[in-house]
């Protein structure tokens, strides 16, 4: 150990060598390359889980209600909004008990679920559905009731 002069208080200075730095950041980066793409696609699957909880449990719910209310699902033309507003068309409901819904629910892509009723593949029921990612109906990345 070598001795310093006795002149008060020594300073040692040090700092990191260009070289530890490098590693540092090497490190880093393997790590934020191993963890990125284990990320990448995750929103999208919450959107999905999202627009099926909306669809087989919150909706649906409210369409039980209704449906126990009145005797019926409310029909294509009625549409959703029958859960928010008593409908005047027919056929009008007359055990209308609502609302339903608290708020209008639109699917995770910003557009409103897709209603029918009598359903095409449920034809005692209803479709519930979101055209999902891409906004066209009929294609792989729909969310539908029952599925």
């Known amino acids: 150990m070598k001795d310093f002069p006795k002149r ?3 300073q040692v200075k040090t700092a990191f060598t260009l070289v530890e730095l490098m590693i540092v950041i090497i490190i880093i980066a393997a790590m934020a390359a191993m963890v990125v793409p284990r990320l ?5 699957d919450a959107r999905i889980a999202v627009a099926e909880a909306d669809i ?24 959703l909004a ?3 507003v008593k409908p005047s068309t027919e056929p009008v409901p007359l ?11 639109i699917d995770p892509w910003k557009r409103p679920y ?3 009723c009598p359903g095409t ?19 792989a990345d729909d969310v539908k009731n029952g599925e």
Do not use: C, H
């Open 82 to 84: 029958a859960l928010l």
């Open 56 to 79: 087989n449990s919150n909706i649906a719910m409210a369409l039980k209600l209704y449906e126990t209310d009145n005797g019926a699902y409310p029909t294509t033309e009625q549409g």
């Open 8 to 10: 008060g208080r020594q």
């Open 121 to 139: 593949r449920n034809p005692s029921g209803y479709d519930l559905y979101s055209l999902g990612k891409d906004g066209v109906e009929g294609t």
């Open 40 to 44: 990448n696609g995750r929103s999208e």
């Open 95 to 105: 055990n209308w008990k609502g609302p339903y819904l608290e708020r209008k629910f």
């Open 114 to 116: 897709q209603y029918k």
